[in-house]
């Protein structure tokens, strides 16, 4: 285990590795993320200065990441995609990409894609990005290039002695039972019930964007997904992950699955959408997520509440300003997102 600095320790580090017109502030104290802004008109105007800046600081800024979990740059020129992509050049693109992630977005350009098209009035429940797949990114960048007119905050949720904070008999579960998620994309060739919007039921045309089986099997393959194609056309599959990992620079053992964010029922989809779910597919009809417990046992309200109270207790939720940046470490901080209204233009990039 590395040993944990307390948080003028971590800043007084972070102060003495970065250099250049910056200056550095902790905004919640102990908790993520490192605040970075730039001190005077040198950073804050010409793009090339600061990506000259992201280069020379970049060991600066791999430290700051583990120690602080996230880091947000706000008031530097990034004014577009373009320069998103620039700023974040160092850091090496996710390799294996987001084919079979669950979110719905698409590519923007180059590394540079939608944070989600997930509709505006669900909330986005604390997640670790793809730690439902046997491979995930190490880290991801959040670039606001237009913020709602309300809500849309980024949640962030410091997971650090999380895993250790939830109760018995919850915690060994997570800890020896590991997780199972079985997912399933309907047929866009096949125009029936489960094509209602509301029920958010992708099709696998759409989300492996290919109309070829065979290339989405290749790509199931390729991440170690089992799977089966179902006579309705519909694509089923399905892997078992640990609920939890650890920190490849730290050592932490933290609690890293989506149980509890993938579980759809009345507890975090509400009563009358769970009772529509109950209605439409029964017992019968594959429903896009399903998750349990690897050894077959379902995730209890008991489970479920026990860690949403600690995500809700650790929450912060960060209100975007245009030009923002936001890096997380994708195992030490968990993101999520609030409802909003009116355009709402956040962009990510995933990085290994
Ligand atoms: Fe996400």
């Given at each position: ?9 971590r ?15 902790e ?16 950073l ?18 791999e ?6 979990g ?20 160092r850091?090496?693109?996710y ?9 719905n ?27 439902y797949?046997?491979?995930n ?24 002695g ?5 109760p ?28 209602e ?5 992708a ?45 490849p ?12 964010s993938?579980i ?42 026990a ?18 940046v936001m ?11 609030h ?14």
């Open positions: 285990m590395a040993t944990v600095q307390t948080r003028s320790e800043l007084d580090t972070a102060r003495a590795m970065f250099s250049g017109p910056v200056r550095l502030s905004p919640y104290p102990g908790a993520p993320p490192l605040w970075i802004e730039p001190e005077g008109h040198a804050a105007q010409g793009m090339p200065a600061f990506a000259d800046w992201m280069t020379v600081n970049h060991k600066a800024i430290a700051a990441l583990v120690s602080f996230a880091i947000v740059w706000r008031g530097f020129p990034v004014a577009e995609t373009d320069d998103f992509i620039a700023m974040m050049d850091f090496k693109s390799a294996k990409g987001y084919a079979g992630g669950t979110s977005r698409k590519a923007i350009k180059g590394p540079a894609m939608e944070a989600t098209r997930t509709p505006p009035h669900v909330y986005i429940q604390l997640h670790q990005e793809m730690s797949m046997p491979d990114p190490r880290a991801l960048a959040f670039y606001c290039k237009q913020p709602p007119d309300s809500g849309g905050e980024t949640v962030i949720c410091d997971m650090r999380l895993l250790e904070q939830i018995e008999p919850t915690r060994h579960k997570f800890e020896n039972y590991g997780a199972r998620y079985v997912r399933n994309l309907r047929s866009g060739l096949v125009d029936d019930w489960r094509a919007p509301d029920l958010r039921h099709t696998w045309q759409y989300w492996f964007d290919s109309e070829d089986r065979d290339q989405v099997s290749a790509q199931l393959d390729e991440r170690g997904t089992h799977y089966r194609w179902n006579e309705d056309g519909s694509l089923t599959f399905w892997n078992s992950e640990p609920a939890v990992a650890m920190h620079a730290t050592g932490d053992r933290l609690y890293f699955n989506q149980l509890n993938q759809q029922n009345e507890w975090t989809i509400g009563k009358d959408r769970a009772d529509l779910f109950d209605q439409l597919y029964g017992d019968h009809t594959a429903r896009p997520y399903a998750v349990a417990f690897d050894n077959g046992d379902p995730v209890t309200e008991e489970d479920y509440l860690v949403r109270e600690l995500f809700e207790a650790r929450k912060i939720a960060f209100q975007w300003r245009a030009r923002d890096l997380l470490d994708n195992k030490l901080t968990a993101h999520g997102r409802p909003f209204t009116g355009k709402r233009d956040v962009q990510v990039m995933l990085f290994d």
